[in-house]
């Protein structure tokens, strides 16, 4: 028994050390896979970041402009690619198809708009699965257009949508070596709470989200004073607001936080004129009518600075060039640039009062410019010819004068208290009656009496 006893322990001390080297050999060998599977696996991820993160000479001139929505319909993220390009970077502008954007965006040699498609999640199920799986195909698709690009030096986003752009963006970012900036528009999770109320989950997982990522970013610029101070104390996210106040030209001002314009009240009125600089407009007219209208301003007349584009090309441009330059006015300012054909109805539009110096040789023909003043509204003031009362109804769309002496006066009375005037005196009351009359479009008119010429027998 002893040796049968003995026998036993002999073999259970065997299988247990044969157990043991049998385990020590398994683990070594498994420890040998997982060190050789790491290694390789560092080295393949290290070949893929090396790759994705190639840059040339030209990474640090290229940014990615990402609204994940309608291109045409954000019209801050368009400005943002105009003004890069403006500064010399290739944008690579990526976006929903649909409005049109800009037609400087689309004319911009380097601009480039990658258009993404808006993925719907999907359509059977409860609404929670539709909401993620749309989450996560948009997220796919996002890597991988934002990873086929060449490498960019920053890539900024519009916010909201930030949902999965703004987390999509971050790991590109990474994975690239690329800075990463939020334009803060709003806040996405406050959106959603208005259909779905602030304490929805969702709405919870949302807010999580932004705060969470949005800290990942390496700028953040923000449309508002108060977005940028919500941002710093709530989420500690520090925030810049591009523009600062509101930016100003001589007219208008832009106010960045939403981008609109408005005109200024202090702004000087815009007088234009429009010539082919011939002997049938005598321009010294107009030049002793703003001499009299400095006076006037320097007398303490409550009237505006003014400035008068004058605009065309003609044999007679230098010479009138040169009596310009002589003047020597602190209240008028005169230009004479040449504007393209689809510029001149733009600025006619803008300005406040028009100003015609042509003559008829024969007293029977009208001046086109007057008839393109009218057009856009505006009104005029004319010197007077045979049958120019056929277009200028004196105090009802302009007024007519005879010298100089008579237009200075016009002018001192339409511009008295502007631009209060626009609305309550008689430049107010004479773009009424333009807008009233309407009168036949180019179009119709030529329908009606020019189209019947060409079809008669």
């Given at each position: 028994?002893?040796?049968?006893?003995?026998?036993?322990?002999?073999?259970?001390?065997?299988?247990?050390?044969?157990?043991?080297l049998a385990g020590f050999y398994l683990t070594t060998l498994h420890l040998l896979w997982t060190l050789v599977s790491v290694t390789v696996t560092a080295v393949l991820v290290s070949q893929l970041l090396r790759k994705?993160?190639?840059?040339?000479?030209?990474?640090?001139?290229?940014?990615?402009?990402?609204?994940?929505?309608d291109i045409g319909r954000s019209p801050r993220m368009q400005y943002h690619a105009l003004s890069l390009s403006k500064h010399g970077y290739s944008v690579t502008f990526v976006?929903?198809?649909?409005?049109?954007p800009h037609q400087d965006v689309i004319g911009d040699e380097r601009i480039t708009i990658i258009p993404i498609t808006e993925v719907k999640g999907l359509q059977v199920g409860p609404r929670m699965v539709s909401y993620v799986t749309k989450v996560i195909l948009q997220s796919l698709q996002l890597l991988l257009v934002l990873l086929k690009t060449d490498v960019q030096s920053h890539i900024l986003i519009q916010n909201p949508p930030g949902l999965p752009s703004i987390m999509v963006t971050w790991l590109v970012c990474g994975l690239r070596g690329s800075r990463f900036i939020i334009d803060w528009h709003n806040y996405g999770y406050t959106i959603m709470a208005l259909s779905h109320g602030p304490d929805h989950p969702i709405v919870r997982l949302?807010?999580?989200?932004?705060?969470?990522?949005?800290?990942?970013?390496?700028?953040?610029?923000?449309?508002?004073?108060?977005?940028?101070?919500?941002?710093?104390?709530?989420?500690?996210?520090?925030?810049?607001?591009?523009?600062?106040?509101?930016?100003?030209?001589?007219?208008?001002?832009?106010?960045?936080?939403?981008?609109?314009?408005?005109?200024?009240?202090?702004?000087?009125?815009l007088l234009i004129s429009s010539t082919s600089w011939t002997e049938d407009e005598d321009f010294s007219i107009l030049l002793k009518a703003l001499e009299d209208y400095e006076g006037f301003v320097k007398a303490g007349a409550s009237l505006p600075s003014l400035v008068c584009v004058i605009t065309g090309k003609g044999p007679?441009?230098?010479?009138?060039?040169?009596?310009?330059?002589?003047?020597?006015?602190?209240?008028?300012?005169?230009?004479t640039p040449w504007l393209e054909a689809e510029d001149y109805p733009v600025l006619l539009g803008s300005a406040d009062l028009g100003v015609c110096l042509h003559k008829s040789s024969s007293g029977l023909d009208l001046p086109m410019k007057v008839v393109d003043m009218f057009g856009c509204?505006?009104?005029?003031?004319?010197?007077?010819?045979?049958?120019?009362?056929?277009?200028?109804?004196?105090?009802?769309?302009?007024?007519?004068?005879?010298d100089s002496e008579e237009l200075s006066g016009q002018l001192k009375s339409l511009l008295w208290d502007f631009p209060g005037c626009e609305d309550e005196g008689k430049l107010?009351?004479?773009?009424?009656?333009?807008?009233?009359?309407?009168?036949?479009?180019?179009?119709?008119?030529?329908?009606?009496?020019?189209?019947?010429?060409l079809t008669a027998p």
């Open positions: 028994m002893a040796d049968a006893s003995a026998s036993m322990t002999l073999a259970t001390l065997s299988l247990i050390g044969f157990a043991l994705l993160r190639r840059r040339d000479a030209l990474t640090e001139r290229r940014v990615c402009v990402l609204v994940l929505g976006g929903f198809p649909g409005t049109k949302a807010q999580w989200y932004e705060q969470l990522f949005g800290r990942f970013s390496s700028h953040n610029l923000c449309v508002s004073n108060a977005m940028k101070e919500d941002l710093q104390n709530n989420w500690n996210i520090s925030g810049e607001r591009p523009g600062g106040e509101t930016e100003r030209t001589a007219f208008t001002g832009r106010d960045p936080s939403d981008l609109s314009v408005t005109l200024t009240s202090g702004r000087p009125a007679q441009k230098d010479h009138y060039r040169k009596l310009i330059d002589a003047l020597s006015f602190e209240h008028v300012k005169i230009c509204c505006l009104p005029v003031c004319a010197i007077h010819f045979y049958c120019l009362h056929e277009l200028v109804k004196h105090e009802e769309n302009g007024l007519i004068f005879k107010g009351q004479f773009r009424r009656n333009l807008r009233a009359s309407g009168g036949q479009r180019w179009d119709q008119n030529w329908d009606q009496n020019v189209l019947p010429l």
